[in-house]
């Protein structure tokens, strides 16, 4: 099932441009991929994060792991050997103990690319209620210049791990492809000789005029 489901995935992905995804040729149920952090207004915008993946046997029923591989991350939700704190990681149903409910956490509708971007969704909008990383969530909450500075210095030490050839892709080449418009159809418009009398004959003319002559007769009479 894992493997079924692993291929299907992979294809659209390695078509993306914000992800690159290395599957391990010896266990196709471990995958090495890279992030760009392509929102602008990201403070962690032109980041190259690299992270794994690990998928178990019964996958979609069972969520994968993510762990980051890019070191040093300061952020609330990483935690210091890389591992990250995500609801939609999280087994499904709901969870009494943190409060978490099943329509937040991992179910079968979810796949790699609905993970990919909930993760970068988090590096921005970070849950500090509950850090993994303490003293990120309290630099995050209390000194946020100093977190934004930090995080920063990632982005840049990240930028050195970017695979040669490999380069961060553009807004314009982010931006959906405009769908095509069909054009309506000309001759449609254009009607010939032989439509224009689609509506009746000259007869049929003559027949309505005759018509109307004996309406005339009647009304004089």
Partial sequence: ????????????????????????????QRWRLG?????????????????????P???????PTFRFLTKNI??????????????ILHKPGDDITSGELASERWNVLHGVESVLRSVLLLLDDPEINSPANVDA???????????????????????????PGERMPTAEELAPKPVASVDDDADFWNMTDEEDEFGGSDSDADDFEDDDDDD?????R
């Avoid at 403070?43 to 690990?54: D, F, I, R, S």
């Avoid at 210049?145 to 695979?163: F, G, L, T």
Wanted: charged share 30%; proline share 7%; aromatic share 10%.
């Fill in 74 to 87: 300061t952020h609330p939700n990483v935690y210091a050997d890389g591992d990250l704190c995500i609801s």
């Fill in 216 to 220: 005339d007769d009647d009304k004089s």
């Fill in 137 to 163: 969530g309290v630099l995050y909450r209390d000194r946020r210049a100093e977190y934004d500075a930090r995080a920063k210095q990632i982005v840049a030490e990240s930028r050195k791990s970017v695979p």
């Fill in 1 to 28: 099932m894992a493997m079924k489901r692993l291929t299907q995935e992979l294809g659209p992905l390695q078509k993306e441009k914000w992800v690159l995804i290395y599957p391990d040729e010896r266990d196709m």
């Fill in 57 to 63: 046997n019964d996958y979609p029923y069972a969520p």
């Fill in 35 to 55: 992030l760009w952090v392509v929102n602008p207004d990201s403070v962690w915008h032109g980041a190259y994060l690299k992270a794994e993946m690990k998928f």
